[in-house]
């Protein structure tokens, strides 16, 4: 379906080779839709639709202003209202969060009496990941259900020590945001971001969003066909971290908005303060890109140059926002599937070269000084080894060997070297995916956490190891959903889970008798007094419940 122009689609820079590259992309990895922005100092260059809405027979064309869901993306939107408020003296970034909801104190949570708003928007207050689908529709509700969640939680992390990606974290900051300002969260986001940035069919609302030209999420059945998910997630304790609707159209003016270019704004949307909070490295990752959380998004660098932005997920819909302030340009990239092995932000960044001259060529290179926690490069910690556990990452076993360092994740072994600056790699140049690895937050000795593929990994106390029974294992064999759909299978004595999502198979190591790790992270079965599996809860972050049991031990 060729590319169509849509809403204020621009006129002043032809699109040319860049577009029709989206376009093809998006025809090789058979992505139903599309919809990109261009944006600079002036506004939107380029804002266009590419394909339909959908995989199903009343799909129509995408076009610039066809709704999509951001998913994460929604969460540099709510910092920027958290920092508006700021900017007022509403909200202070080092605030205890619990002085916003004094039902917090009670809430049960571990040391939520020392989270801070700062934390909560730079992914350093120690919540887990954690994503419901649904819930209850109405906004007035969003602070109790934050502070019902809270309570079954326990922290990843002592709050201000390391970066641990979370939507309840964002969940709570809109949620104190919205109660610090007398109002809902969706008003508020709406008072102080979408109206000044003319973002007029931006909304929270599923409800809403349907009566828009509206894209439909998919995912990838036998044989790699996109197939409509019919699941709608709607639920307000989670829009402040990952529920928005939004176009190309729309998105770009948000962007404009942060490159100060916004059309029809009196002013600037945050202060100098507020804007250099927005750009400046909060908590490292310890990854080759130097990516960081600053306070709404993530910095890395590419071809030698700083790059704000974020990415989405949720629900068959993908999103992928950059923009490179050094520049003034930016771009954000929509779809309504997310095939394997496509790279939604290598498309965004090709883009961004076409429209910067002499960007491909190789910049300065990262800074040799980072702005967060720089380490020697040749130090660990002592006393490192021992086993970590990360909800998306698996088992980790660390060992020093001929003083250096040595990884086995999910069964696969590395050698590690240091590369600089306390960052350590295993793998690559013919020996695997390359593996990269840090110590957050940390005193010289027996670290707590580990941080690999920027993904944190906690200590694992190694008396709670345990190998399942056969037995075990049988209980567990079965077809499990929400959101994914997982086959959990026994082939020679060993577990395997199959994922309709990921289209593929993987071998899942015990660590004790209900918990098991695989490449995609850590699933746990719930089981019932009988010792049967009635769900798993997958990488602390989807409960899928069991559907049927399967025949056999093998696939």
């Not at 909800?391 to 980790?396: E, W």
């Not at 593996?435 to 593929?453: E, I, K, R, W, Y």
């Amino acid at each position: 379906m060729p590319a169509r122009e849509g809403g204020e689609a621009g006129t002043r820079k032809e699109a040319g080779a860049p577009f029709r590259h989206v376009e093809a992309e998006r025809i090789r990895y058979r992505i139903p839709g599309l919809a990109l922005a261009v944006v600079d100092r002036t506004g939107v260059l380029h804002a266009q639709g590419f394909g339909r809405t959908g995989a199903h027979d009343e799909a129509e064309d995408v076009s610039a202003t066809t709704l999509f869901r951001l998913g994460s993306v929604t969460k540099p939107l709510t910092a920027t209202a958290v920092l508006r408020l700021h900017d007022r003296g509403v909200m202070p970034l080092d605030q205890l969060v619990v002085d916003v909801l004094p039902a917090l104190a009670d809430c049960g949570y571990p040391a939520v009496h020392r989270i801070t708003v700062r934390m909560l928007l730079g992914h350093t207050a120690g919540l887990p990941h954690d994503f419901f689908p649904t819930g209850s529709r109405d906004p007035a509700d969003l602070p109790a259900m934050v502070l019902g969640l809270l309570r079954t939680y326990g922290p990843v992390a002592p709050p201000g020590t390391a970066y641990s990606y979370s939507n309840p974290g964002y969940d709570l900051a809109g949620a104190a945001a919205a109660t610090a300002a007398g109002t809902t969260f969706p008003h508020l986001v709406d008072e102080l971001v979408l109206r000044p940035l003319g973002m007029v069919s931006t909304t929270f609302d599923p409800a809403v969003a349907m009566t828009h030209s509206l894209a439909l999420g998919n995912w990838y059945g036998p044989g790699g066909t996109p197939v409509v998910e019919r699941q709608v997630a709607d639920n307000v304790a989670h829009y402040p971290s990952g529920f928005a609707f939004s176009n190309a159209l729309d998105m770009g003016r948000f962007v404009a908005g942060h490159l100060n270019a916004a059309n029809g704004c009196p002013d600037r949307l945050l202060t100098e303060e507020s804007q250099r909070l927005m750009r400046t490295a909060h908590a490292r990752l310890f990854v080759p890109d130097e990516t960081a959380s600053t306070l709404g998004f993530h910095r890395w660098q590419w071809q030698g140059h700083p790059v704000l932005g974020h990415v989405g997920d949720i629900c068959g819909y993908g999103a992928w926002l950059a923009m490179l302030p050094d520049h003034r340009i930016g771009a954000v990239l929509l779809a309504n599937a997310i095939p394997p092995g496509f790279d939604g932000m290598s498309l965004v960044h090709r883009i961004l070269a076409a429209y910067t001259p002499g960007l491909e060529q190789q910049g300065p290179g990262p800074a040799t000084t980072p702005a967060v926690g720089a380490q020697r490069a040749e130090v660990h910690p002592r006393d490192t080894a021992g086993v970590f556990v990360g909800q998306a990452t698996g088992l980790v076993r660390l060992a020093e060997k001929e003083g250096g360092l040595a990884a086995e994740i999910n069964g696969r072994q590395l050698r590690l070297r240091p590369v600089g600056n306390g960052r350590f790699e295993g793998g690559g140049s013919g020996d695997g995916p390359r593996v990269s690895l840090g110590f957050p937050g940390t005193g010289p000795d027996h670290p707590a956490h580990v941080m690999v593929d920027g993904e944190l990994c906690a200590r694992f106390d190694e008396r709670l190891l345990a190998t399942p029974t056969p037995a075990d294992l049988a209980r567990y064999t079965g077809t499990y959903a929400r959101l994914d759909e997982v086959t959990v299978f026994v082939r020679d004595g060993q577990l395997y889970l199959y994922s309709q999502e990921d289209l593929r198979e993987f071998r899942c190591l015990p660590v004790t008798r209900t918990m098991f790790a695989f490449e995609g992270g850590v699933i746990d079965f719930m089981v019932g007094a009988t010792g049967e599996a009635h769900a798993i809860r997958a990488r602390n972050a989807v409960t899928l419940h069991r559907t049927g049991a399967t025949e056999g031990a093998a696939r």
